[in-house]
């Protein structure tokens, strides 16, 4: 098979090389110019491992109006993923082996990205019975993630068997940490705003003392555990301090939590609606710290693709929700990269390494070294754009960003070797 | 001013226009002219998702008083309830030639998404929208403390008000505190804790959990229904607790200073916050409450659709 050669580019920012790639691998690292093969401008771009998001609504089963495996999978390759993770709150539920192994296909038809299915943990994410999570795991779709996502598993005996159950097969529990009496018809964040424009609050509290009751059952019953879209300061100090103690836990945070805050929800254009809410300066402020430290582990997109009809209304009809995928990356770039709280290396561990841990995915999150799978993302942190929700592959064009000029645009990604991104456009 | 959505949205001397205007305009009603040509020509909607039949008809005798041509939408019998969406009815009145559209809505923020969507060009006034705000009443109240309080000119400056009850659920309270606050009146909020707003610290009033510490030192006092319905969601433990710690009755009254005033927005839970007695009480300006709510919204049409009367000539 012949080679491909990534000509030119700067491995996590640094001196540029030729990245030759065969049969999926990387199988050279060479001096600029001298690598042979079908060659792929990349001049002065810099080269990151491919993104791999443990948090994506893709909508199909149920949604196709939404999003589709396939529009998913194009909107993720344009930003830079190479691997997402498709949440359960399908229609129906993702809480079997069937339909786990249905989105699974799909994903490899469309052939973009790897598509791992995402298991509820409980039956039709009722919060009852706990789902056939065996029978997934064992599916063709290898299940290790588990989620209720959307909901909480909120009964902290269903959530501790949880726990315990998955350790048969390495698998792990991604909480939506959300106690659902605190948040009964909750619109946005808890705070003296929510007082002002009379919205139901949605207050910190729910979500830490979810997160805290969760993370002391991590620890009594020996599991892992990965907590969603953490959106506090008060949820990451309860991170930080069961990391200290040496509890098995994981936390991912979303784009949007690390750059929008609570202050846009005043306009009432539920483009803003999104659960967890957006929160305050403050919560942003130590959310993109506790990133840079590690004391949160990834930054997963929650990509919530809605038709138009759900955010064409007041707020209170609206769905909750925004699109991710295909801006994560700048939004990264300007929170964490530009402001030096996190290096090109350490932005690859947060969007690639980490997550495809979490996932345990072993094809993804590896560094760009000879034998690696060549999942790659190329990008140019010198360009911008200005965000139009019509341009985005997704199918639906909720985007909080429209009209925005944001840094950065991912110009090449290689998937498995094989370019599904060239110049900013699909393959 | 386009619209009317927030009490914030109001200067102080903007706002002393509208009780200016709504008290010439009370004038001219009550001398035996029942019937000002001001809007002819020009539509009025009233868009009402929630029931409420007083501010409706309050709004309808506003608009058809100054000639306007009004037409009453309303949830029920309309296609509204078979799940047509804000947006589609809008549109739908925008193509009628809406020049005002008067939106009572359950969901707060209704009235700004249908001002700021583009869906329609004419003025929006929020007749009230779910636990958010409603301006107007907020100025018939201001109009009423002015007319017994401050001889009926100018701001509300120096004067004392207490506002009881369950403001949390309250767009009456959000809206006065703003106005009054705007008008230079002195606001205190009195409610259970679990009725006060997340953040009441930094509203621009007081707020106090003792109405008998408060009712001694006010020029007036609002009272807010409480629904009975809210101890089923543990805010308080019985109605029978609520009127003891909060009711205003006739032991209270007597706290009051001679000069003060009993206010209610209406409909009361007789026997809940107010007993039969206060309500029934000369120092009690419900009626007079409605006639201003008339007058007041005649001021914010007029204000707000004379200047579209002239183009239209
Ligand atoms: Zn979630």
Not at chain 1, 33 to 44: C, F, H, L, N
Not at chain 1, 166 to 182: I, S, T, Y
Not at chain 1, 188 to 207: I, K, Q, T, Y
Request: net charge negative; proline share 5%.
């Amino acid at each position: 098979m012949s080679a491909t050669v990534l000509r030119g580019v700067r491995p996590y920012g640094e001196d540029p090389v030729d990245i030759v790639i065969a049969d999926g691998v990387i199988v050279d690292l060479v001096a600029p110019g001298s690598g042979d093969g079908e060659v792929i401008d990349a001049d002065g771009l810099i080269a990151l491992p491919g993104f791999v998001d443990v948090h994506t609504h893709l909508r199909e089963p149920g949604r196709e109006d939404a999003e589709t495996v396939r529009t998913g999978s194009q909107a993720a390759a344009l930003g830079g993923f190479t691997c997402v993770h498709a949440m359960a709150n399908t229609s129906p539920v993702a809480d079997t082996a069937g339909v786990v192994e249905q989105v699974w296909r799909l994903g490899q038809e469309a052939g973009l990205v790897d598509v791992r299915p995402v298991g509820a943990v409980t039956v039709g994410l009722e919060g009852q019975r706990m789902a056939e999570l065996g029978a997934m795991a064992e599916s063709a779709a290898r299940v290790r993630m588990f989620s209720d996502d959307g909901k909480c598993v909120h009964d902290a005996v269903l959530m501790r068997r949880a726990l315990e159950y998955v350790k048969a097969f390495d698998g792990v529990v991604a909480q939506h940490a959300q106690e659902p009496r605190l948040t009964e018809n909750a619109q946005m964040n808890e705070g003296e705003l929510s007082g002002r424009l009379g919205l139901a609050g949605w207050p910190a509290v729910a979500e830490e003392a979810i997160i805290a009751r969760d993370v002391l059952l991590a620890q009594h019953v020996g599991s892992r555990l990965h907590v969603c879209h953490v959106s506090t300061a008060g949820s990451v100090e309860v991170v930080r301090w069961a990391k200290s103690k040496g509890i098995n836990v994981t936390a991912e945070v979303t784009p949007h939590h690390l750059l929008l805050t609570e202050e846009l929800v005043a306009t009432y254009d539920p483009i803003y609606k999104v659960n967890p809410p957006l929160r305050r300066a403050e919560d942003v402020e130590a959310l993109r710290a506790a990133l840079a430290d590690g004391t949160i582990d990834a930054i997963a997109t929650d990509h919530a693709p809605h038709p138009r009809e759900d955010k064409d209304c007041e707020w209170a009809a609206a769905a909750m929700g925004m699109l991710g995928l295909e801006t994560a990356f700048s939004i990264a770039l300007d929170t964490m990269v530009r402001p030096g709280l996190l290096s090109w290396r350490e932005l690859a561990q947060r969007m690639s390494a980490a997550p495809a841990r979490i996932g345990r995915v072993a094809t993804q999150g590896h560094d760009l070294v000879v034998g690696a799978v060549a999942n790659i993302a190329v990008v140019d942190p010198s360009a911008s754009r200005v965000v139009s929700g019509a341009d985005l592959a997704s199918k639906s064009s909720n985007t909080p960003y429209a009209g925005m000029e944001l840094p950065g645009r991912v110009v090449h990604t290689l998937f498995a070797g094989t370019p599904t991104v060239r110049d900013g456009a699909l393959a | 001013m386009k619209h009317l959505l927030s009490a914030a949205d109001l200067s102080r001397d903007e706002a002393v226009l509208i009780l200016d205007t709504a008290a010439e305009l009370a004038a001219v009603t009550d001398r035996s002219v029942k019937k000002l040509p001001t809007l002819r020509g020009l539509t009025v909607v009233n868009l009402f998702f929630e029931d409420s039949t007083r501010t409706r008809i309050s709004f309808e005798v506003a608009a058809k008083r100054l000639s306007a041509d009004v037409i009453n939408f309303a949830a029920k019998g309309s296609s509204v309830s078979k799940g047509e969406s804000l947006k589609d009815t809008a549109l739908t009145l925008e193509a009628m030639g809406a020049d005002a559209v008067v939106i009572r809505h359950q969901a707060s923020g209704a009235p700004h998404r249908l001002a700021t969507s583009g869906w329609i060009g004419g003025s929006v006034v929020n007749a009230g929208d779910g636990t958010h705000e409603h301006p107007t009443q907020a100025l018939l109240d201001a109009f009423t403390l002015r007319r017994h309080l401050r001889d009926g000119a100018g701001d509300l400056a120096g004067l004392r008000v207490a506002i009881v009850g369950d403001i949390l659920h309250s767009r009456v309270a959000r809206s006065n505190v703003l106005l009054l606050q705007t008008l230079g009146a002195d606001v205190t909020l009195i409610a259970p804790p679990t009725l006060m707003p997340f953040g009441v610290e930094s509203w621009p009033c007081r707020f106090s959990y003792d109405i008998d510490a408060v009712l001694p030192d006010v020029d007036a006092v609002m009272m807010l229904r409480v629904q009975a319905e809210r101890m089923q969601a543990a805010y308080f433990p019985s109605s029978l607790e609520y009127s003891r710690m909060y009711g205003l009755d006739s032991r209270r009254m007597a706290m009051l200073p001679e000069h003060a005033i009993v206010m209610h927005p209406g409909p009361m839970n007789r026997g809940m916050e107010i007993s039969a007695d206060v309500a029934d009480s000369p120092r009690a300006v419900m009626v007079e409450q409605v006639t201003n709510g008339v007058n007041v919204r005649m001021a914010v049409l007029y204000l707000l659709l004379g200047g579209r009367q002239e183009e239209t000539r």
